[in-house]
């Protein structure tokens, strides 16, 4: 089956305190891409990867890192959590090709920073 | 940067009634428009996508089209059920130039009373 999976899908955490959510999809997608969802503020993108060892900064990419050194994993990393960080997180990947490029979103995760 | 609103945030209609949601984006260079279904507090499910080429898609009772000189796309449900409760959002995908970075709207939220 087709998926992307987040892991965790809760997290409770404190300041400071380094954190990584995994992302791994099964379907040989080149582009991968991490989400953040706030209330009254919609989707917006935080880090995008076209391909392995490519990655570049979406609109909200301060206080997060991410890495692609394999095609299915994309990490995003939280090197020092803040309480602004408290959101629900997702993790979406796609083909590039025209005809063939439906964005695949995970099941989220949901980041509690204290 | 690519703008996207949906009109109208929220709707409450009764069961069997036919419905439009409307989304307008600002930049007509777009790589795709995709619709998506959200259920409160979970992850995105992928409802139909349209290529920049296309004019319209359908799956079921779902209808979507887009009219990129003008910045528009609609989705059409036709027969509405309480299943069909949930958040819609369109989003836009924007061309190599900008990462492909999917901009969301705020979405609209539905109510299909029995």
């Known amino acids: 089956e087709a998926q992307v999976t987040q892991n965790p899908r809760y997290l409770i955490t404190v300041t400071g305190k380094k954190l990584t959510v995994t992302c791994s999809q099964n379907?040989?997608?080149?582009?991968m891409s991490w989400y953040r969802q706030d209330p009254g503020l919609g989707l917006r993108q935080i880090y995008y990867?076209?391909?392995?060892?490519?990655?570049d900064k979406g609109d909200v990419p301060e206080g997060y890192k991410v890495s692609r050194k394999e095609k299915r994993n994309f990490p995003l990393i939280l090197e020092s959590p803040s309480p602004n960080q408290t959101s629900l997180y997702f993790c979406?990947?796609?083909?590039?090709?025209?005809?063939?490029?439906?964005?695949?979103f995970g099941a989220g995760t949901r980041l509690s920073v204290l | 940067k690519q703008e996207v609103t949906q009109i109208p945030a929220a709707l409450s209609v009764p069961e069997g009634e036919n419905l439009v949601l409307n989304c307008s984006f600002t930049d007509s260079a777009i790589y795709n428009l995709q619709w998506f279904r959200q259920d409160p507090g979970k992850g995105l499910t992928s409802l139909l996508l349209i290529q920049s080429s296309q004019r319209e898609q359908t799956s079921g009772r779902l209808n979507a089209s887009l009219d990129k000189s003008s910045g528009r796309s609609t989705l059409y449900i036709a027969a509405s059920q309480p299943g069909d409760s949930a958040t819609y959002l369109c989003?836009?995908?924007?061309?190599?130039?900008?990462?492909?970075?999917?901009?969301f709207g705020k979405g609209t939220s539905l109510l299909v009373t029995p």
């Open positions: 990867s076209m391909n392995v060892e490519v990655t």
């Open positions: 979406a990947s796609s083909f590039l090709g025209q005809g063939r490029n439906i964005q695949y």
């Open positions: 379907m040989n997608h080149e582009y």
């Open positions: 989003a836009v995908r924007d061309g190599g130039n900008s990462g492909y970075a999917l901009n």
